[in-house]
């Protein structure tokens, strides 16, 4: 009997395989499950076929068919049906499966793509195919490169080879431009695989970055923006430190983004504000809401600068405040600008308000926009009818309002414009005005600016003015007569006048020519240049003709001209003085020159000394002349050098007047030659004493080489010295080395101490941060020795916080230097006490004479704040809290001190106070973290002080410290020295 006879059996082993491979070529979930099944029913089969060849063996030989194997057969039967049936629902679990996982094939976020060795695309889910912009059966043997942009097929290219070569997974960034007006910036990632043909294919997913990339730029551009804003951008922790600062910032400030990091926003502050303030601040913020308002703040120079202030919060994802950005414009300028815009205002409303008449202003309806109080006065109207009115209401006839208009109408045309035209009040009254109006323009639209006055009295003035004309111009007839006499009497007197006018302004001109020649004395080295200057001023400021310069040739007799100005054109060329008494030597100049003495020429006319040269003179202008003697006095007496001539346009031009002032100016020309020809000399003798010294330094090297054998003597002895010397400046050198290096290791250790505090802080509030959001989101989760963990944590991550700031601010002193100011100690000690946190309890503070000091400001109201703080402190546990200070000059110092009436310390112990990090008692005692003594040590030391304590356990404590005293300018060398004495001091040691 064969089973393959049975038609169920037969169709479901022929159905088995395919669903298996079905379920093998979709998913692997079922694949074990189907191979226990397959190996079941196989069993059964060989089973059931080996009873069934026992059965049809006996049937054979005539034995009829046991029941026990045919119910056997049956049972077997009903088992391959179950089984059958099993099979059936596995297979339509598996249809159900592969129509799930085909789904999430097709719609995953992520493109799936399968490429060939050639980079040929086999097969791609539905996102690809939306990705690449193509309906996926048209992308099915379709190269890949084809859809990238041009740029990037290159970079495609080496992603299959880099993939195929190396036989690990491979990640690009493409961007796909087929088909699409915007590119899309994908993430490729492929690794190789073979299929189930044993062929080698790529299998690659692609992830679609455009937002991710359009975001980061956009990252890109706001951080951009807030680097290059012209504003002040601070970004803080929600407990008001400082994270970042742009470079505006830096600008303004003086402070680098490294000194104020980890800092809160009151160091900028100038005072104005007290720390509750900022703390009232900070709470707005964080309760999400964005405060607005003016700032004083304080420079790293220490100038005050106003500051417009708008802080906001940043909020996370589940909306709360996780960061706080302040945006601050310098607003010095503005807050300036205010000021004098609003004192302008308030001057150009009282210049208004001041005016006798009426000021008005409208736009080209006439609606009216200002006026003075005087309109309201005059018209009657109030301020509310005057708004609601038209220029023209204030005018009654239409002739007249025809004329205003056509007045506004010439103003608009020509900028300005008048008219005189009665004015109607409230009442019905007409009264007369005289208007002034003018345009102005204001954001392309023109305003008519008018002012008005009363001309009544003008109107009554011009009446009578008229009558008394009539009555005048009979009058005028009568007394013109009589006038004439006075007139002709008044015009000799104006040209008398005249006349005087004239003398005046001729002096005038001489006393600068006599002024610009004395200053041309002072400044000129050579006679020549005094000759050229003097000429030139005569006639620049005097109003000559011509004028020049003539010495005294000892040779020929002859007077040469060396310098000249004006107009000469030629005639000097042609002119020949002689000293002697000819007729070439008769004129002015060789006349001054023999004589010794001013001669003038008049008229070059009429006077017969200047007949060989009066017709030369008289085509160039030149009437008259005057020559005046140059003389300079010698080892017998004066002596005429030459003379200074000048030329005028018309005849008696050298009155009296004149040629005083001429003779002053010869005078002192004269003796500037003299001291020239002075300093000639002087310069000779100078040369005669160069060659003596020359003749003296010879007799000196003589004497020098007797020297020399003394000195070759003595040269051994200075040898051996200058041994010993190299010696020194070698052992000096080697301790200069060692100095520099040591140095050097002092500052590497002192950056080191810096950078490992800062970045010891981000890691702490980190875990803090994270430690509070456990609390948070886990409350009801943890269990209370959990919590109570978690506390424990977050206080020792804060305390870690303190120390770490604590070491900041110690480093930070050590780098930089102190600034020396004028400190009035009184007002800063009141000024820190009121700051400080005494709320519920009662503390006393005393402050006894003080005197002022010298430091810098900030430093010394850390070291009082510090100081103060940990009398407040340590005072706790008494009921009323005393704290004092005082101070007293002593010598070259000042000494001061803080007393309070706290628990006191052992005096054994007192050199641990001012150690880092040292403390007397237990932190369960007294918070702290023991570092602020040790800032206060290192601050008074940078000024060149001393601290010291004194104290007993129960009774309290005292600090001393002291600061330099002295005037500003003692205090800054003295005290500045010290302290770097000490700063170099303390690298030493450390």
């Known amino acids: 009997m064969n089973l393959n006879r049975r038609p169920g059996i037969i169709a479901d082993r022929a159905r088995l395989p395919a669903a298996i491979r ?26 059931v076929n080996s009873l069934l060849s026992s059965l049809d063996a006996l049937e054979g030989r005539g034995i009829e068919k046991p029941k026990r194997l045919i119910q056997e057969l049956q049972v077997h039967q009903i088992e391959l049906e179950i089984q059958n049936r099993e099979l059936r629902k596995a297979q339509e679990r598996l249809e159900e499966a592969n129509s799930r996982y085909a789904d999430l094939y097709d719609f995953s976020p992520v493109g799936y793509v399968g490429l060939d060795e050639k980079g040929i695309i086999r097969e791609i889910n539905l996102t690809g195919s939306s990705m690449l912009g193509i309906e996926r059966s048209r992308l099915i043997g379709k190269p890949f ?47 190789p695989f073979e299929n189930h043909e044993k062929k080698a294919i790529l299998r690659s997913a692609l992830i679609d970055v455009t937002e991710r990339r359009k975001a980061e730029k956009r990252l890109r551009q706001l951080s951009s923006a807030m680097e290059q804003s ?35 926003p009151g160091f900028l502050s100038s005072g104005d504000h007290s720390i509750e303030f900022y703390k009232g601040v900070l709470n707005a913020v964080l309760s999400g809401r964005t405060w607005r308002g003016d700032l004083c703040g304080k420079k790293k120079n220490g100038e005050l600068f106003r500051r417009l202030a708008s802080i906001m919060p940043v909020r996370g994802r589940k909306k709360a405040v996780t960061d706080i950005v302040a945006v601050e414009i310098d607003d010095t300028e503005r807050k300036a600008a205010e000021k004098k815009l609003l004192e302008e205002k308030q001057f150009f409303e009282g210049l208004v308000e001041s005016l006798p008449g009426i000021f008005y202003s409208f736009d080209r309806s006439g609606k009216f926009i200002s006026w003075n109080r005087n309109l309201e006065k005059v018209t009657g109207y109030s301020a509310e009818e005057i708004s609601s009115l038209n220029h023209l209401d204030f ?18 045309k020509k900028g300005h414009a008048e008219s005189e035209t009665p004015l109607l009040t409230k009442d019905g009254v007409k009264i007369p005005y005289h208007y002034t109006g003018s345009v102005v323009t204001i954001d392309d639209k023109p305003y008519i600016i008018g002012m008005g006055f009363d001309i009544t009295e003008l109107k009554k003035s011009e009446e009578e003015l008229r009558r008394a004309k009539d009555k005048l111009e009979f009058r005028v007839r009568e007394r013109t007569a009589s006038l004439l006499a006075v007139n002709t009497a008044l015009q000799t007197e104006v040209r008398e006048r005249r006349r005087a006018e004239e003398r005046v302004l001729r002096l005038n001109r001489l006393y600068s020519i006599l002024s610009r020649i004395n200053e041309a004395i002072v400044r000129v080295s050579t006679p020549l240049e005094l000759y050229e200057k003097a000429c030139r ?38 002119l020949k003085v002689s000293m002697a008494d000819i007729p070439s030597g008769r004129g002015p100049t060789g006349a001054a020159v023999r004589e010794g003495m001013r001669f003038i020429c008049d008229d070059f006319t009429t006077d017969p000394g200047t007949a060989p040269w009066r017709e030369e003179a008289l085509k160039r202008g030149y009437r008259s002349s005057a020559a005046f003697p140059l003389k300079v006095s010698t080892r017998v007496g004066k002596k005429v050098v030459g003379a200074f001539t000048l030329y005028a346009g018309e005849p008696n031009f050298f009155d009296a007047e004149r040629v005083e002032l001429l003779d002053s100016l010869a005078a002192d020309l004269s003796f500037a030659i003299e001291s020239m020809e002075n300093r000639e000399e002087k310069k000779a003798a100078e040369a005669e004493l160069a060659r003596h010294r020359e003749s003296l330094e010879e007799i000196i090297e003589e004497r020098t080489a007797a020297l020399t054998a003394t000195n070759r003597l003595l040269s051994l002895e200075v040898r051996e010295r200058k041994r010993a010397e190299e010696e020194a400046g070698n052992l000096n050198e080697e301790l200069k080395s060692n100095v520099s290096r040591l140095e050097t290791i002092n500052t590497e250790l002192e950056a080191f101490d810096y950078s490992l505090a800062h970045d010891l802080s981000a890691p702490l509030r980190i875990i803090d941060g994270f430690s509070a959001m456990f609390l948070k989101y886990y409350h009801d989760r943890v269990d209370a020795e959990g919590r109570q963990f978690l506390d424990t944590i977050r206080g020792n991550a804060r305390k870690m916080g303190r120390l770490i700031q604590d070491l900041l601010d110690i480093a930070r002193l050590s780098r930089r230097d102190v600034r020396f100011e004028e400190i009035d100690m009184a007002r800063l000690a ?87 990090f040292k403390r007397l008692h237990s932190e369960s005692e007294f918070e702290g973290t023991g570092a602020g003594l040790a800032i206060v040590q290192r601050i008074i030391s940078r000024h060149g002080g001393r601290v010291w304590a004194e104290g007993s356990v129960g009774h309290g404590a005292t600090f001393h410290f002291t600061l330099p005293a002295g005037t500003a300018g003692e205090t800054k060398g003295s005290a500045g020295k010290k302290a770097a004495a000490l700063k170099r001091g303390e690298k030493r040691l450390s």
């Open 537 to 574: 001023i005569a006639i620049e400021e005097g109003l000559f003709r011509m004028a020049w310069v003539g010495l005294v040739d000892p040779a020929t007799s002859m007077i040469k001209p060396v310098a000249h100005f004006g107009a000469e054109e030629g005639y000097l060329e042609g």
């Open 395 to 412: 005018f009654e006839t239409p002739e007249e309002k025809g004329l205003i208009a056509r007045k506004i109408e010439e103003c608009l």
């Open 145 to 191: 490169v084809l859809y990238l942009d041009g740029a990037d097929r290159t970079t495609f290219e080496e992603h299959l080879r880099h993939c195929r070569s190396a036989k690990e997974r491979t990640v690009s960034e493409l961007a796909i431009s087929a088909g699409r007006e915007d590119p899309v910036e994908i993430e490729m990632m492929s690794a």
């Open 230 to 264: 012209p504003s002040m951008v601070m970004v803080f922790d929600t407990k008001g430190r400082i994270e970042h600062v742009n470079a505006r910032f830096t600008e303004i400030t003086g402070y680098c983004e490294d000194e104020v990091i980890g800092l809160y």
């Open 830 to 916: 009141s000024d820190v006490f009121r700051e400080l946190d005494t709320a519920g309890r009662d503390v006393r503070f005393k402050v006894r004479d003080l005197p002022a000091a010298r430091g810098e400001f900030t430093l010394i109201r850390q070291v009082l704040t510090n100081l103060f703080s940990n009398s407040v402190k340590y005072t706790r546990p008494r009921k009323t809290a005393l704290i004092e200070m005082g101070g007293k000059t002593s010598g070259e110092e000042n000494s001061y001190y803080v007393k309070d009436n706290g628990v006191g310390f052992d005096m054994e112990h007192s050199g641990r106070l001012f150690g880092v």
């Open 22 to 47: 079905r379920r093998e070529a979709v998913t692997g979930e079922f694949t074990n499950m189907a191979d226990y099944g397959k190996m079941k029913k196989e069993a059964l089969i060989r089973r």
